[in-house]
T-cell receptor, first 115, second 113 residues
């Protein structure tokens, strides 16, 4: 079975600051993928970044980077230079063969960026 | 670039009615997933299709069924609707074994009254 844990229900960050959203996971899969999604209040689920379990480099996509620590089973999302438009719910998710390659989601972290 | 298309975006149904949601995956994606997201909750996996065959089932109620057609579009059929079925329903698509991106549609908001 797979489990994703996001321990921060809500986070605040000031505009232009960096913020880290925590995600830990548990799986018996040897090969798996980790994903982060952004869900604004309008509801759409926006793909942000992906990290494969065998990727040696941490993934980066623009202002988003994924701090992957395999031994600790953590996949934290770092958002640099926060913008007001980053205010949203953020979900960490994982897929692997044990889940039939469907995504399992964490409970999410609500991020509020303040001026 | 083409995205995952879902329709309708919003629908309101009465209890015990039937609803059908449609999903058009990204071209050349071989896998479609359906998810249900209740208010304030994380998305829950319902069912998936790989190359038009049902692949895996999650927490899909027996009142729900789904299929994928020859043109790869998929439909989620929901019958005997209950108030608790009110949710945002997502369709997502990917290339199953090599996809490092799973793209979601904008979702279909279902309200059961």
């Amino acid at each position: 079975a797979q489990k994703i844990t996001q321990t921060q229900p809500g986070m605040f960050v000031q505009e232009k600051e960096a913020v880290t959203l925590d995600c830990t996971y548990d799986t018996s899969d040897q090969s798996y993928g980790l994903f982060w999604y952004k869900q604004p209040s309008s509801g759409e689920m926006i793909f942000l970044i992906y990290q494969g379990s065998y990727d040696e480099q941490n993934a980066t996509e623009g202002r988003y980077s994924l701090n992957f620590q395999k031994a600790r089973k953590s996949a934290n999302l770092v958002i640099s230079a926060s913008q007001l438009g980053d205010s949203a719910m953020y979900f960490c998710a994982m897929r692997g063969s044990n889940s039939g390659y469907a995504l399992n989601f964490g409970k999410g972290t609500s991020l509020l960026v303040t001026p | 670039a083409a995205g995952v298309i879902q329709s309708p975006r919003h629908l309101i149904k009465e209890k015990r009615e039937t609803a059908t949601l449609k999903c058009y995956p990204i071209p050349r994606h071989d896998t479609v997933y359906w998810y249900q997201q209740g208010p304030g909750q994380d998305p829950q996996f319902l069912i998936s299709f790989y190359e038009k065959m049902q692949s895996d089932k999650g927490s899909i109620p027996d009142r729900f069924s789904a299929q994928q057609f020859s043109d790869y579009h998929s439909e989620l059929n929901m019958s005997s609707l209950e108030l608790g079925d009110s949710a945002l329903y997502f369709c997502a698509s990917t290339v199953k074994f090599s996809g490092n991106t799973i793209y979601f549609g904008e979702g279909s908001w279902l309200t059961v009254v």
